[in-house]
């Protein structure tokens, strides 16, 4: 059996049960250096805390993550919280010589991600990285290859778009309205996954941001029950004495133009308020030799569009991406054809290297994701 590493979770209901669950998972579908071990998960609410650990299979919960997060037992901290506390959680760990997996954003503000990505690389003995999931479907990796392979040749424009549409007056107030818990809307929340996919697929790195607009379209919302009402409690103010309603002071779209090294121009969409789009993780490719297309919507597929083709039958090729050995991922997972969901991006070995051609920018894949590289990079 592999050695062990003790994980202690910060944080128990959405990312602390996507995370539990890859957890329980990852050992069983890829051969990983280290057995993960369920240490300790943390939450706020201690009535719902046990259960939780008893149903994931935590030896043990918590409500203090300063005591949790210092305990010599425990290897690797998961900062799965709020934005606002990814910070100072991380930070903690790092202080007290733990590996770091911390939740996107990275940070609510750009000071605190600095921080944290200095602490990072003065903590050498640390490893680090940030939980960009949407990298693992076997579908967007496979476009990394192939970028990487050439097959596209010189990439001239990213297209990339998150639309969501929970965003709207029905939505009662939570932590992600309110700039003190969140630091920014959907921009945080969603620009944050498709800028990390456009470095990721192309390589490429920004240059220059030329412009960018963002809009709040509902202003205010009803407080929340639950543990929600907790939390938000006076973040914001209510907007009168008499109302039940809280102000909201974060983006609820933004959009943003961008250039990116080697010439290729780029745009960003993200938006929870976009009706009829449920979970719409879009980036569209377009190279000189070819295009790529991807939306989490249809997650097992990748579209590729071969410039070198004869127009008689030149089209968009529909790639299912469920063939071992073929598409990064695909074989530790089910028979080819069979395909996979969400809750498989949080599942990966440590040493799985998804691309397999050599090249001299190959250090600059495995590098941790939010230490700063060294030198510089061209294509
Ligand atoms: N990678 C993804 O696809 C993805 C998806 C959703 C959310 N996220 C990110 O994950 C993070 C958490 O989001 P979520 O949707 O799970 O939020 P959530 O509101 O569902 O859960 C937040 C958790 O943090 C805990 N918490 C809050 N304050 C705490 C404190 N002071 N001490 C200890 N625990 C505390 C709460 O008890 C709760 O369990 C956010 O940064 C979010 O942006 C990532």
């Known amino acids: 059996m592999a050695p062990f590493c003790n994980v202690a979770l910060l944080g128990q209901k959405f990312m602390g049960r996507a995370h539990s669950n890859a957890y329980l998972k990852v050992a069983k579908f890829f051969n990983v250096p280290l057995q993960p071990v369920m240490h300790t998960v943390v939450g706020q609410d201690l009535i719902a805390l ?16 300063k005591d949790v997060v210092k305990d010599p037992a425990v290897h690797l901290v998961d ?107 959907a921009h945080g929340d969603l620009n944050a996954h498709i800028i990390d996919m456009c470095r990721f ?80 993780n879009q980036i569209e490719i377009n190279g000189e030799a070819g295009s790529l297309r991807f939306s989490f919507e249809d997650m097992n597929v990748l579209w590729y569009f071969d410039a070198g083709d004869s127009p008689r039958t030149a089209g968009w090729r529909r790639i299912m991406c469920t063939s071992a050995g073929n598409h990064p991922y695909a074989g530790a997972w089910w028979p080819d054809a069979h395909v996979i969901g969400y809750e498989h991006t949080f599942s990966r070995s440590g040493r799985c290297r998804i691309s397999t051609a050599p090249t001299k920018r190959s250090a600059y894949w495995k590098r941790p994701c939010w230490r700063p590289r060294t030198g510089r990079r061209s294509r």
Request: glycine share 8%.
């Open 50 to 65: 046990a259960p939780f650990a008893s149903r994931w299979g935590w030896r043990k919960y918590s409500t203090q993550w």
């Open 79 to 185: 900062v799965s919280t709020p934005n606002y506390m990814h910070a100072d959680q991380a930070l903690a760990a790092l202080a007290a010589g733990k590996h770091v997996a911390c939740e996107k954003p990275l940070a609510a503000t750009l000071k605190d991600a600095r921080a944290m990505r200095n602490a990072a690389v003065k903590s050498r003995r640390s490893r680090t990285f940030v939980w960009f999931n949407y990298r693992r479907c076997p579908a967007v990796a496979l476009a990394h290859q192939l970028v990487r392979e050439g097959k596209i040749g010189r990439v001239h424009h990213v297209r990339a778009a998150y639309l969501q549409s929970w965003g709207g007056p029905g939505t009662p107030m939570s932590w992600r309205f309110q700039r003190k818990f969140a630091g920014s809307g």
């Open 201 to 280: 697929v192309t390589g490429l790195e920004f240059t220059e941001i030329t412009g960018a607009i963002s809009e709040t379209f509902v202003h205010e919302r009803e407080r929340p029950g639950g543990e929600q009402k907790a939390l938000v409690r006076g973040a914001a103010g209510p907007s009168s004495k008499k109302s039940n309603k809280e102000k909201v002071d974060v983006d609820d779209c933004v959009l943003f133009l961008a250039r990116l090294h080697g010439g290729a121009v780029a745009s960003f969409e993200a938006t929870r308020n976009a009706v009829g789009h449920q979970n719409n």
